[in-house]
């Protein structure tokens, strides 16, 4: 069995996952990158260490195929960072159903799937598992979601989730990290939002640099754990 940790990336071809998968690289991890249709290319495809593919992972068939497939060709899944999301402006009385059930399955449901199956396969392994999430702020400040309560509502279910895992870690040898950036200096938050000062916001160079803490021994002692990386926005 091979050494390198075992990486599952979902939603690589983001600007978040970009930047953490070719962070994982750097630290000599195996990386198993998700994308949703062939077509996308990645600056990384051609490194040894990566591998691309190509899943709905809102999709409960197609998610259970990827973890068995990975499981089936490394021999085990270390770590994983579940970045695949979506985010929506809208009030209250904005909100409709159509947009309560997009987020809820951008940004709940390809991570509950992800763990359902990941969880089942990481409880086998001698060595356990970390799953790491993607929270955001407006999620735990009720007054910052008031004007994006579709995102806000769909990202706070993932901290109860991430509570849920860790309540069986000692047991089960799975435990779950969140990362909460404020906002991420992404060239569509620059284009949405060009009078704020981008010098204040998280990059996602800054955020991988907490994947890639998270994914090696030394967050070994870590339970339970949320990195707000707010920045000074």
């Known amino acids: 069995m091979s050494q390198k940790n075992i990486i599952l990336v979902t939603g690589a071809s983001g600007h ?39 899943a709905d992972v809102s999709n409960e068939e197609e998610v259970s195929r990827l973890v068995d497939y990975i499981t089936e060709t490394y021999g085990q899944i270390d770590f994983a ?12 009385a904005e909100t409709s159903l159509a947009d309560l059930e997009k987020m809820y399955r951008l940004n709940f449901l390809t991570a509950y ?8 396969q990481m409880q086998k392994q001698n060595q356990g598992g970390h799953i790491v999430m993607a929270g955001a702020r407006p999620a735990l400040q009720s007054s ?5 309560v579709s995102y806000s509502l769909s990202k706070s279910l993932l901290f109860q989730l991430h509570e849920i895992i860790n309540a069986k870690t000692t047991e089960t040898g799975v435990r779950c990290s969140m990362v909460v950036p404020s906002v991420l200096d992404t060239p569509p938050n620059r284009e949405s939002m060009p009078d704020a000062d981008f010098s204040d916001w998280v990059t996602p160079a800054q955020i991988a640099e907490t994947v890639a803490f998270l994914a090696s021994s030394r967050s070994t ?11 000074n926005a």
């Open 16 to 54: 978040l996952g970009k930047a953490v998968t070719s962070r994982l690289l750097d630290e000599k991890s195996t990386v198993i990158g998700t994308v949703l249709t062939p077509e996308e290319s990645l600056d990384f495809d051609n490194h040894p260490d990566f591998e691309k593919y190509v």
């Open 81 to 92: 960072a579940l970045l695949v999301g979506g985010f929506a402006m809208g009030t209250l």
């Open 144 to 148: 910052a979601g008031a004007s994006m």
């Open 221 to 231: 002692p870590l339970r339970e754990t949320v990195f707000k990386l707010y920045g």
């Open 113 to 120: 799937l992800c763990c359902q199956n990941l969880s089942a």
